[in-house]
């Protein structure tokens, strides 16, 4: 495949698209983690695997890295879309299967039994069946359940049907519901795939360069280091980038793609302003802007005292008023400065999440460190004390909009992530935890360090999924209104379902506090909500 700059810089092949190719799967040790856990999940014993991750991680192209190295003797399944029915979803494993039916008279019992049949012929034969569903966070409870049934199928040792369900972060919470705890006790092995740290993206660049034939490097490494700062290394983003980017590059016949070139494929891919993560937020920048003011205001006070050294009085006071501003200035430096100490010790998101479950008055972590139940990944101890946890993607201030203890991933000066959990919030001041140390940060030095992802622990009310809508049980639509109206100090009403009154509410408290202006109950309004009034919680985006 060609575009307009493959024959320019000598590529045989659009090294960024962004369709999910093997060829071009670059095993992060992310992704390596998640295809070994989906290799275990296939063992023996079968059953239910879960893979998730926020949009363009990767999933997909995992996955597809797996279909290519099952061996011989598996036969698989794989459903794109599955918003589909019970009835549908079986007729659909049927037709990847090519397992025969009638169309018309065919009822979900007979689909059932035809599929049932048909893997006891592969199981006779030798043959493993695999199904793998993609986008799973979209499937109904119903059609989950009839997904659990169909691998009740079994042998001694092992189950006929193995499933891979691959999915955005909403699926682990989908799953989280009592009427589908079944499903949930089955699953083998679970994985959320992260996005790319900057020293992986730099990595990942230069590999699917490599792979289309490029034999010199096509983008400068600062151009990189802001590509990672825009894209907060999703695969997606970063192919989107990139592939304007070598595009603005040819068009201006450059040999090499700079950092002007990623701010203005920025502005006209993703709608971004990259310039505001360019110079101006480069940390030796910020240190000359400091060291600059410093030797103004002391050349100016010299000027000052020079002129006017008669007047002792005044001296002394601008003596005085020196100091004073050292002092603020050495205050101000203070907090806006994350010694390396405190960044090498707070490398594993474990002990992040070890804060975060403190804040729930949950001790995880073994006296070693570990976690307590090391088989576990935090997300799935948290399962275990109903809590979820909730990977952000966005905006800072919304995120301390939620009002929840929040762990950030952050970067040092090569690249390597680190993470501070943000446990309170005096003013514009934030008190972070790294590791077993915290410290008091202005909010807006954070924010500039910030590069877009999060992690949270939270407590939905029961039986919410995604969003309360006009499909809701009435008592969601009236736990809504019921702390909805505590935070807008007026009375509850007693409805049952949602109206344009309360979605109108819904606007104004969004507004208010911060959060994306959709009148509607999504997620993070739903948290927003359930962190009111929560003794449990420390409130980092408002008062308690």
Not at 208 to 216: D, E, Q, V
Request: glycine residues 6%; charged residues 20%; hydrophobic residues 40%.
């Amino acid at each position: 495949m060609y575009n307009g700059y493959t024959g320019y810089f000598g590529l045989n092949d659009i090294p960024f698209s962004i369709a999910p190719n093997p060829h071009y799967l670059f095993m992060s040790g992310r992704h390596q983690e998640a295809l070994a856990h989906l290799t275990y999940g296939l063992g023996d014993a079968g059953g239910f695997v879960l893979l998730t991750g926020e949009v363009g991680t990767g999933k997909t192209t995992v996955s597809k890295c797996l279909l290519e190295q099952l061996p011989d003797n598996t036969q698989a399944a794989f459903i794109l879309n599955p918003t589909l029915s019970a009835k549908e979803l079986l007729a659909t494993v049927c037709d990847e299967l090519s397992i025969d039916y009638n169309s018309q008279t065919a009822t979900l019992k007979n689909f059932t039994d035809i599929i049932l049949d048909h893997l006891l012929m592969n199981h006779q034969q030798g043959k493993n069946t695999l199904l793998i569903i993609d986008e799973a966070q979209h499937l109904q409870a119903e059609v989950l359940e009839q997904l659990r049934l169909l691998t009740n199928l079994e042998t001694h040792t092992k189950k006929l049907l193995q499933v891979i369900l691959i999915g955005q972060p909403e699926l682990q919470e989908l799953l989280k519901r009592r009427d589908l705890r079944q499903l949930a006790q089955r699953i083998t092995a679970r994985y959320h795939l992260l996005p790319l740290n900057q020293k992986e993206v730099s990595e990942y660049i230069k590999h699917r360069l490599s792979i289309a034939g490029c034999t010199k490097s096509l983008f400068k490494p600062s151009a990189i280091t802001l590509i990672h700062k825009i894209t907060g290394g999703v695969p997606r983003l970063v192919n989107l980038l990139c592939d304007r980017a070598l595009l603005g590059a040819y068009s201006q016949e450059k040999s090499q793609v700079d950092k002007a070139m990623v701010a203005q494929s920025a502005k006209e891919t993703l709608g971004l302003d990259a310039k505001t993560f360019s110079f101006w937020h480069k940390p030796i920048v910020r240190k000359l802007l400091v060291t600059a003011s410093m030797v103004v205001f002391a050349l100016t006070g010299f000027t000052v005292a020079k002129q006017q050294s008669e007047k002792i009085t005044q001296v002394q006071i601008a003596q005085q008023r020196s100091v004073e501003l050292n002092n603020e200035r050495a205050v101000k430096e203070q907090l806006n400065t994350i010694e390396n100490t405190l960044i090498n010790s707070s490398r594993n998101l474990d002990d992040a999440f070890s804060h975060l479950f403190a804040n729930w008055k949950i001790q995880a972590l073994n006296q070693k460190g570990s976690l307590a139940n090391n088989e576990n990944t935090p997300c799935e101890i948290a399962l275990n004390y109903e809590l979820q946890c909730y990977w952000y993607q966005g905006d800072f201030k919304r995120l301390l909009a939620l009002g929840y203890p929040a762990s950030l991933q952050l970067f040092d000066e090569n690249g390597d992530a680190y993470y501070a959990t943000i446990t309170k919030q005096q003013g514009d001041k934030l008190l972070l935890n790294f590791n077993k140390n915290s410290k008091w940060l202005d909010a807006a030095f954070i924010e500039q360090h910030y590069q877009g992802s999060a992690v949270l622990l939270w407590r939905s009310p029961d039986g919410f999924i995604d969003r309360v809508d006009e499909n809701s049980q009435t008592n969601l639509v009236q736990w809504l209104e019921g702390k909805l109206s505590v935070k807008q100090q007026r009375e509850a009403r007693n409805i049952e379902k949602i109206d344009p009154l309360l979605m109108n509410q819904l606007g104004q408290y969004q507004q208010e506090i911060g959060l994306n202006v959709n009148h509607l109950a999504d997620t993070e309004t739903v948290m927003a909500l359930a962190a009111t009034n929560t003794n449990e919680q420390v409130t980092v985006g408002g008062s308690n």
